[in-house]
């Protein structure tokens, strides 16, 4: 497949910033003038961006134990700490952060109040491994992957790595999908028909899999390979397009899973998401950075809060 370093001179500018496979389809992604930014540095590792009601970023830096803020004004604070080493947000129908926490083993709430609610820390009656990402989808359920790769030597309790979907009316906790390797980011197609997650393991893959309305998993196959490093986080835009963090900092994929570009960062991306002005700028935690590029698009969940 052959990479397009050099884009016609009205694109020139932005052209160390990605490596293009399909120009036309990457015109429709950013403007002409699109460049990456670093908007924070010094930082541990980064994770888990979401941008939140009240007009800023939040994300996670695991080893400091502390979720961060950042808006332009204001620039980088400290959003809440401990943390109980925080890695992967989203926000609920209401507006409020879903995080999972690797050192606290759960799925927390962080009420409109600024309490921490816990949604689920077992299964089974055994500790969850290390909850790594989570995503809700439009009908309130939240789904969230639970590898062990936070497990600090403590314990393992279930049987494997698995997918989870959670009913937070009344508490039920389902593995939806048991035979991940290390399953990570995951979103939904913007009709929630398909669920895509990636696997951080040895297979290095993104799956999707048919969801019916009931929020019943089908079978699931490859829809994408991350050639650099692997997937971690994960994110749908408004037009079906797979956005998937990797170890050359992202590569984007049309909805049939062919490779449109990349977004090229000195540093490996762990996790993105889009917010900003009209939810159209792409953030990502890329190691000790986080960066940002003004994008033609959306998240596939613009729109659909409670």
Not at 17 to 44: H, N, T
Not at 152 to 164: H, L, T, Y
């Amino acid at each position: 497949m052959r990479i397009l370093l050099l884009l016609s001179a009205a694109w020139s500018m932005a052209a160390a910033d990605f490596a293009v496979v399909d120009e036309a389809e990457f015109r429709k992604l950013f403007p002409k003038e699109a460049k990456v930014e670093q908007i924070a540095k010094d930082l541990k590792f980064t994770e888990g961006p979401v941008w939140m009601p009240g007009g800023f970023l939040v994300f996670s830096d695991i080893p400091a134990n502390e979720l961060k803020r950042w808006d332009a004004k204001g620039g980088l604070k400290t959003f809440r700490a401990p943390s109980h080493n925080a890695n992967g947000n989203t926000l609920d129908g209401f507006g409020r952060l879903i995080t999972a926490e690797h050192d606290a083993r759960r799925v927390s709430r962080t009420e409109v109040t600024g309490a921490v609610t816990t949604l689920a820390d077992t299964f089974e009656g055994k500790k969850l491994n290390s909850p790594n990402d989570v995503v809700v989808k439009s009908d309130g359920t939240i789904w969230f992957t639970d590898p062990d790769y936070g497990l600090a030597g403590r314990a393992k309790e279930q049987s494997g790595n698995f997918v989870f979907r959670l009913n937070p009316n009344n508490n039920q906790l389902t593995a939806v999908v048991r035979d991940f390797d290390k399953p990570n980011g995951l979103c939904f197609s913007p009709d929630e028909s398909k669920l895509y997650v990636a696997d951080s393991g040895a297979p290095r893959h993104i799956r999707v899999f048919r969801v019916t309305k009931n929020g019943e998993v089908g079978a699931g196959s490859v829809f994408a390979k991350i050639d650099k490093g692997g997937p971690d986080g994960i994110r749908c835009d408004d037009d079906g397009r797979v956005w998937s963090s990797s170890g050359d900092g992202a590569q984007i994929f049309s909805p049939d899973g062919k490779l449109i570009a990349r977004i090229l960062l000195p540093q490996a991306a762990a996790n993105l998401g889009f917010g900003g002005k009209g939810g159209r700028t792409l953030y990502l935690t890329a190691r000790t950075g986080v960066y940002a590029v003004p994008t033609l698009v959306h998240d596939a969940k613009k729109g659909k809060r409670r």
